[in-house]
């Protein structure tokens, strides 16, 4: 799957359990899991920051306000944090701050347990309390007033040394002793203190709020109108002063002394009344604090650091063989559905066949699972075998009754039925048409099968003949005149696609999104992509050895570009399309004009700046940047102690630039 992709897939489901968790206090995954979707998009975020726009789920923080209640528009944001899960990533999280700060010597921080309840916005207006909101979207939240009220241990007012007006952050939350007994006094069971605690603020009637246990812990804040101390431990003193409860177990210690801490509240956190999932960690010094602010839905100046993942056990029931876009046949292990961490586990990814061979599994064994950096759960060991026989895997393809191969030495079986494969057709089909390829809406993978069934689609080509099909379409069950239409027209909005997009659509094997960039931007255009790809055929041809140079692609994704080209059914594809489609070419009109644009650049020798930042400013305006000196090479950049691609960029005649000469013309 391309990082795209894959991106999307994180965020559908992210935004599903935002949906779940926030809207419907009915969690559907485990926080562990939540947390490794979050990390695994963020981490592909970080590579892409383009993809951005594509993950608005990311930047929105909980679940929508639910209708019913007021909504009330936060001063400021009621902001996320973000995590880290290792003595590794923290002292990494500290050091970016450093780092961003050019600030040198030992962090001070205070350390709070992160209370597993949800958070509340409480304004007091001339020391009064007047209003609490839930976070919501972190922009908008519910007006829960009339709930927060009924808690006894809420200050209604602040002493004279409050400021005027402030609004003052903390946790609402139901004890786990108070949880259980709300359990078992009801029909309708909460999972969790959390969920509990959320159904019970979250009551229409704050009468039933009123009879539910909830407590709160004060810990942040928001806008105020006098600044009420210097550091963050101070104002936690301040709020204690005012009558708030401060979770007792907060301490103000030195950076280094965090792994202590998070070890001390890991074993304190059975016997702990509440339910915690990680400790908070934020900077004393609340200048530095402001100095630090946010980048996207969290502040710099914290982090959670969440206890590590959950195991559980359960017996394999039987391993299903799934066929993709690329015909690799991966398994997976259905298992009797245990709960792990609040979560119904049914299955366990199993990566592929060496993977089962490796920790011996059968059908029939026990396993230990685990939930933790992987969105799947994984196995991790049998415990106990089942006594079954040795699984054997597939030689042949479960969808399409092809022969399964595994060629060199890759660890992934495929199946070798190609086209003829409904497993293969569909899954390329739904590549095509889903976003960062073709992009077209309605083109979903219950749409694609439906068309795949009723005959219409052989390959992809074939999408821009379904308008042709539009009154069909409309008959069919589930259709009607206007979603025909409408498909239709959303097939012609794309008929104009630029040249990354439209390879990438073309699913070729290890051609994510970043690929096809790569190869539009060296390319530049359809045609001399095409005569590239299809010279490039040959071992040791020129087209062959240019496709190699290409910074970035290597000879797995030159072997499999050219494997792509080499089949007919392909060929006849792309000579459909081109009939179907017009692909704009990839020089932006905003690089055209720089003095790199279109120009095949080599970096050489020791630069004063890293070689990636130099690669990626040089891309940025246009240019192609290789790894080796042909007659093609526009430009040689020239470091220090340059060496064979100077002298043959001297050879050849091409034109060679010093460090400053690059910068110059580059413009910085
Ligand atoms: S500070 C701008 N401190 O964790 C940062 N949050 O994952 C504001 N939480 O939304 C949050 N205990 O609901 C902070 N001691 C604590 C916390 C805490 C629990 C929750 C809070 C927040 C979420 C972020």
């Known amino acids: 799957m391309s990082e795209a992709a894959r991106l999307r897939d994180l965020t559908a489901r992210i935004e599903a359990a935002n949906a779940a968790y926030h809207e419907r206090d009915e969690p559907e995954i485990s926080d562990a899991e939540y947390d490794s979707l979050r990390r695994e998009a963020e981490e592909i975020l970080a590579a892409h920051p383009e993809l951005r726009a594509e993950a608005k789920a990311l930047t929105q923080i909980g679940g929508k306000p639910a209708s019913g209640f007021k909504k009330i528009k936060h001063r400021t944001p009621m902001l996320s944090l973000d995590n880290v899960f290792s003595a590794e990533d923290f002292s990494e999280f500290w050091q970016g701050k450093s780092r961003f700060l050019g600030h040198e010597g030992a962090w001070q921080v205070v350390a709070e347990p992160k209370i597993d309840g949800l958070s509340i916005s409480l304004t007091y207006e001339a020391r009064k309390f007047v209003r609490a909101a839930t976070r919501g979207d972190g922009e908008e939240g519910e007006d829960v007033t009339a709930n927060i009220l009924t808690l006894e241990t809420l200050p209604r007012e602040l002493p004279q040394d409050a400021p005027d007006f402030i609004e003052i952050r903390g946790e609402v939350y139901m004890t786990k002793a108070d949880f259980l007994a709300l359990n078992e006094s009801q029909e309708r069971k909460f999972a969790n203190p959390r969920n509990a605690a ?121 391993i299903e063989i799934n066929v993709g876009r690329t015909g690799a046949l991966t398994p997976r292990a259905r298992l009797t559905p245990v709960n792990v961490g609040g979560v119904l586990v049914t299955y366990a990814t199993l990566h592929n066949e060496d993977e089962i061979l490796r920790k011996n599994l059968r059908v029939g064994d026990i396993v230990e699972l685990q939930r933790a950096g992987d969105v799947i759960p994984q196995i991790l060991r049998v415990i106990e075998p089942g006594g079954g026989a040795p699984y054997e895997f597939p030689d042949h393809c479960p969808v399409c009754g092809s022969r399964a191969v595994r060629t060199d030495d890759d660890v992934v079986r495929r199946c070798t039925g190609g086209l003829s494969c409904p497993a293969q057709v569909v899954e390329r089909l739904i590549h095509f048409c889903a976003r960062g390829a073709f992009d077209i809406e309605g083109m979903g993978e219950k749409t694609i099968q439906e068309f795949y069934a009723a005959g219409w689609l052989h390959d992809a080509a074939d999408v821009f003949a379904l308008p042709a099909h539009e009154d069909e379409i409309a008959q069919r069950e589930g259709w009607g005149p206007v979603s025909a239409a409408k498909l239709s027209a959303a097939i012609a909005a794309r008929r104009q ?140 950049v020239v470091g220090a102690e340059a060496g064979s691609k100077a002298k043959k960029a001297a050879a050849l005649g091409v034109r060679t630039l010093t460090e400053d000469e690059f910068r110059a013309m580059a413009g910085f």
């Open 497 to 636: 696609i630029g040249l990354a997009k439209f390879i990438y659509a073309l699913g070729i094997r290890r051609i994510g999104e970043n690929n096809a960039k790569l190869l539009a931007r060296h390319y530049g255009g359809y045609a001399a992509w095409k005569a590239g790809m299809l010279a490039a055929g040959e071992i040791g041809s020129d087209a062959r050895l240019e496709l190699g140079s290409i910074s970035g692609i290597g000879p797995a994704i030159a072997t499999d570009l050219a494997a792509f080209f080499a089949e007919a059914h392909n060929l006849r594809t792309l000579a459909r399309l081109e009939g179907e489609v017009s692909v704009l070419d990839a020089v932006s009109a905003a690089t055209s004009d720089s003095p790199f644009a279109g120009k095949v650049l080599v970096f050489t020798g020791t630069l004063t700046m890293a070689r990636p930042e130099a690669k990626a400013r040089a891309e940025a305006l246009g240019a192609k940047v290789t790894e080796s000196v042909s007659k093609k090479t526009d430009f040689v």
């Open 198 to 318: 959320a159904g019970s603020l979250r009551q229409l009637d704050a009468r039933i709020t009123a009879k539910r246990k909830l407590s709160l812990f004060a810990y942040a804040q928001g806008e105020t109108s006098a600044p009420v101390a210097g550091t963050h431990w101070e104002y936690l003193a301040a709020l204690q002063g005012w009558g708030f409860a401060v979770n007792p177990l907060s301490k103000l210690i030195a950076e280094a002394e965090a792994e202590a801490f998070q070890a001390g509240i890991g074993a304190a956190r059975a016997e702990l009344p509440y339910d915690i999932d990680g400790v908070v960690y934020k900077v004393n010094d609340l200048r530095l604090q402001a100095r630090l602010g946010f980048v996207g839905r969290a502040p710099r100046w914290a982090c959670a650091w969440k206890f590590p993942a959950e195991k559980a056990s359960s017996r394999i029931e039987s």
